[in-house]
């Protein structure tokens, strides 16, 4: 299941939010297209859409 909306910070001010599959796919920020480019492997984007392939890979990239 993936969050109904992501939100994306950079010194506690929101630099991008919205539903995941627009923020994902097509960031517009440079903080979320820096984080969607270190994470991009993990991910698979089709049609707009993305599944998250290898959880655990990224999850330990990520942390706790």
Do not use: C, I, S, W
């Amino acid at each position: 299941e993936v969050a109904d909306k992501v939100v994306f910070m950079r010194d506690g001010v929101v630099v991008e939010e919205g539903p995941p599959q627009q923020v994902l796919v097509n960031p517009q920020h440079e903080r979320t297209r820096a984080f969607v480019n270190r994470v991009r492997h993990y991910m698979k984007v089709e049609d707009h859409d993305f599944t998250v392939v290898d959880h655990k890979a990224l999850d330990a990239l990520l942390g706790p």
